[in-house]
């Protein structure tokens, strides 16, 4: 009996299945093309409100499914441009909840 792979079972269902390719949400929307824009503009946007109205981390996510969507596909500067952003949104991020923490102390 022939070892059936990973490889050998989707050759066989002929397309590979992607799943966040079926993804559909009601959540908001980032403006058409942000993603192609540097780094500073992608995180500025996403944290704002009209953007990620509840707060940053909505938009870290938003940011992390478009890097995993767009996968292989993206280019080595282009991802290396939106890790850029995560950083930067990562760090106002941090520094919104340490402002917190001080607000509330």
Excluded: H
Aim: proline share 5%; charged share 35%.
């Amino acid at each position: 009996m022939p070892k059936v792979t990973k490889r050998t079972a989707t050759a066989k269902r002929g397309t590979k299945r992607r799943w966040v390719a079926g993804v559909q949400t009601e959540s908001t929307f980032p403006p058409k093309g942000l993603f192609t824009k540097d780094a500073s503009t992608i995180a500025r946007s996403l944290a704002s409100k009209k953007v990620s109205p509840k707060g940053p981390a909505s938009g870290m996510r938003m940011l992390n499914y478009f890097i995993n969507r767009g996968g292989r596909g993206l280019s080595k500067t282009r991802r290396e441009e939106l890790e850029r952003a995560k950083r930067l949104l990562s760090k106002r991020i941090a520094r919104d909840r340490e402002k917190k923490k001080s607000e509330a102390a």
